[in-house]
């Protein structure tokens, strides 16, 4: 993505909650110049608390209760990372998340949320919320009928789960309600309390009161009167607490691990650090931990990270003492109070739907904005990236052992030094372009995958590659860290590979780049050619399509989060494993499907080889999202070119977007003799691989088009659906 100007400040959100989809929002409306924000996130799409218990009920759908942070993510101009993070290195300013190098920032803003404090072994903690709807649903799947279910914790969030299971479950398990209060809400108004004792009784959920809970030892739930509820598992919905790496980090956290901050939302050990939400506890003013507070500190929140980037002294942020709470009781009711006022009834719910869905379309509707204009900078030799920067990137890569390389990195020179084995030739090519997400890692891993690609499409074996790197113009140390996560990520893929980076150019742009001169080596007498399709082959690819239509998608905002995973996990996939099945199977030629999309790299085979093919529509696979999208007219700048091989055929309808899609890392299309061909697919299918077979080649027809549709016949060989 492009930015304008050089980056200055790192701002990281550690966490994806109701804080943080406020930050992403005002700088979205508002871009922070050279700020660059960076959202770390366990999962695609972050569930609103508020709808959780309507979610759990059905009064919403998965979709209407969560905001996808792809899109928001987008439209802010922040990068997005889906991974866990484990621990937090204030004196370097790092984070440690999973399968990536540590996260740099400058400013931090945690939002990781809490989990209850439970005992060892005592139960499933409702959050973080996604892991538990997840939990939720293998229970209905594997508790028998009549299981008794125990929720644990007798406040608002406790009260509003039991009553949602309840109405979800309706009646196939019994439930109990365990407060350690004498009654569940012991902060509500009396009349409050009322409604809700009278709406728990007709669900039919027991009641144990005045008692705290055990750890669940099989199916014995011990209480603290000396008791023992007999029950199939136990929900906590109590007080939460801080995750350990918070406390671990030398964060001064209050005795729950949640992390101490004063009224500007920093930490009071290290105000670099800010946090909102569960996971902050607010010297001077001790809030509920509920998700209202969480959504109320976001816009004070942004303006005081705003402040800090600029350097500028941040302004105090004083919660008001009360909060309106509204409980729903499922049915279509609910009670709220305030100040020791309850109302309750069908209005009190169409109140709270309304307000839900209010503060969920902010979110959901939110759209990138323009690209401001880019500022000059030299270019040609001017534009390298210094000594130090690119000695530092380099010294972060892992170290290989190849016995064809004489010189290399380990040993620097003006370029690398190789001795070919014998009996083999060398097999060249070249790929570059232009970063079209934010993740220098995750973008990496994409480029080296990409460039490996026409070299297994030779069913060649990669060997060597040299890499062209360009980064965003910002400080030394930012420009070395973006470079070091580029190739950290491009040399996994690589040396996965058995491929060896032996040199490169690196450069300083206003946007990342990267690209491979990728060298293989192959058995003269195996290598797999365009041409070579004889009438009668099968047909397979080994990726579904549709990577140009979602990464088009994604510049728009317009990608669901879990549609660009699903992307992402293909291309950053290498085609060796099917480059090798389809050599072994004997494959009669073989392509890569790259930029000119299937039908392109296909119409190039068939003139190569001076044949024809039909296609089986049905059977062409893609990717999630990508039809969906290319439905609503998006499509890669690319594809309008990509359909002039398709100008002498009929209109293909809303296949021909997919036929056309230029593909980022895509699979491979080879021609395999029919008798093996279900033989190849199923092996394919062993390695993991969402391969298909599409059609068959034939003869050229007189007057016909090279590529034709036509409905597969039943019997044709492993043909599927896809779905």
Known sequence: MQRSGPVETDIVLLGAGHAHVEVLRRFAMRPEPGVRLTVIGREPETPYSGMLPGLIRGDYSADQAHIDLAPLAAAAGARLILAEATALHLADRTITVTGRPDVPFDLLSIGVGGAPAIPDGGGIPVKPIGRFLDRLADLELTLPDGARIAVIGGGPGGVEL??????????????????????????????????VRSALTEAGIELANAVMAGPLSGTMLPLSDGSVLDVAVALW???????????????????????????????????????AGDCAALEGHPLPKA????????????????????GEAVRPWRPQRDALVILGLGGNRAVAWRNGIAVSGGWVWRLKDWIDRRWMRMYQTIRMPADPTDPMRCGGCGAKVGAEVLAGALASLPRTSNPDLLIGLDQPDDA????????????????????????????????????????HAMGARPWTALAVAAVPYASGAKMRVELAAMLQGATQVLNADGCTLVGGHSAEANEASLGFAVTGLANPDRLLRKSGLKPGDSLILTKPLGTGILLAGHMRGLTRAAWLLAAMEQMTATNAAAARILLEYRATACTDVTGFGLAGHMTEMLRASKAAAVLWPEAIPALPGALDLAADGVESTLAPENRRVLAESKDFGLLGALLVDPQTSGGLLAGVPTIRADACLAALHGSGLQAAIIGRVEAPRPGEPAIRMEAADTA???LQSRG
């Not at 969480?294 to 005081?304: E, I, S």
């Open 162 to 195: 039991a009553l949602a299971l309840a109405y979800r479950f309706k009646g196939r398990f019994r439930l109990v309600l365990v407060s350690q209060s004498a009654e569940p809400l012991p902060a509500a108004p009396a009349s409050a309390r009322r409604v």
């Open 237 to 275: 919905a109590t007080g939460v607490k801080g995750p350990d790496f918070l406390a671990d980090s030398g964060l001064a956290c209050d005795p729950l691990g949640c992390i101490r901050i004063d009224t500007g939302l920093r930490s009071v050990s290290h105000p670099f650090v800010f946090a």
């Open 291 to 310: 998700g209202v507070w969480a959504v109320r500190a976001g816009a004070p929140l942004a303006d005081n990270l705003r402040h800090a980037a600029r």
């Open 416 to 455: 690398a030094v190789l001795k070919p084995p014998a009996g083999q030739v060398l097999v060249q090519s070249v790929d570059h372009f232009r970063a079209f997400l934010d993740d220098p890692f995750l973008f990496g891993q994409v480029a080296a995958a990409h460039a490996l690609s026409d070299i």
């Open 716 to 718: 044709a060989p492993g």
